[in-house]
Nanobody, 122 residues
Framework: QVQLAESGGKLVQVGESLRLSCVASGRTFTKSPMGWFRQAPGKDRTFVAAISWSGGSTYYADSVKGRFTVSRDNAKNTVYLQMNSLKPEDTAVYYC???????????????WGQGTQVTVSS
């Protein structure tokens, strides 16, 4: 089984930046597409960003385009989410996920991290 562990979430002010990290273990990582999702209390978990196994292709939700950047360092078994110009609407628990097929839906992702809380105060 793949284990994923997110870190980096914290309380920040509007307009500030954060970088989230997700370290993978337990399975070959380099050929696994990775996604970032987020979930606010009482709401559905929604797509944020995704990256191909090579890092050559990235995808973003419209709400974060131009502000967030997903990247990966396969030598470190780590995926990153750089979040700039943060807004209150970005407040959520952020999850990383691994799956066989890249996409913006939850179903293709079989493995999930425990989540890390990001709170953006105004």
């Amino acid at each position: 089984q793949v284990q994923l562990a997110e870190s980096g979430g914290k309380l920040v002010q509007v307009g500030e930046s954060l970088r989230l990290s997700c370290v993978a273990s337990g399975r070959t990582f380099t050929k696994s597409p990775m996604g970032w999702f987020r979930q606010a209390p009482g709401k559905d978990r929604t797509f944020v960003a995704a990256i191909s196994w090579s890092g050559g292709s990235t995808y973003y939700a419209d709400s974060v385009k131009g502000r967030f950047t997903v990247s990966r360092d396969n030598a470190k078994n780590t995926v990153y989410l750089q979040m700039n110009s943060l807004k209150p609407e970005d407040t959520a628990v952020y999850y990383c996920a691994a799956g066989l097929i890249i996409g913006d839906k939850l179903a293709p992702y079989d493995y999930w991290g425990q989540g890390t809380q990001v709170t953006v105060s105004s």
